[in-house]
């Protein structure tokens, strides 16, 4: 019995040697990463608006204005999307949600 649970053992040893020696050569070259977007999406200046301009409507038209002119990426939206509640406060609204969800797409 033990003689033949080491010729299985040999056998699936050497069965799987073939297998973990896929090649000799050198590994091939890892893709490019995409080329970077140019991106304007300065976070801190949405952050300076929520936190300086006091009044609930000022401080809706300028989050919105500011939508308007940044281009950012989606990973920065989801910032946006996730801090909106502390940094627009009462000015948070569905329009404002609407267009961070029009510009992460």
């Not at 990463?33 to 999406?41: D, E, W």
């Amino acid at each position: 019995m033990r003689w033949f649970f080491l010729l299985l053992m040999l056998v699936t040893i050497s069965a799987a040697q073939d297998k973990l020696i896929l090649s000799n050569g050198p590994p091939p070259p890892l893709p490019k990463p995409p080329p970077k977007l140019p991106s304007n999406c300065p976070l801190q200046e949405l952050y300076v608006i929520g936190w300086t301009v006091h009044e609930p409507a000022e401080r809706h038209k300028a989050m919105l204005d500011w939508l308007d002119k940044s281009r950012c990426k989606s990973e920065d939206y989801v910032t946006i999307w996730n801090a909106l509640p502390e940094w627009a406060g009462t000015s948070d609204s569905p329009v404002l949600r609407a267009k961070i969800m029009e510009k992460a797409k």
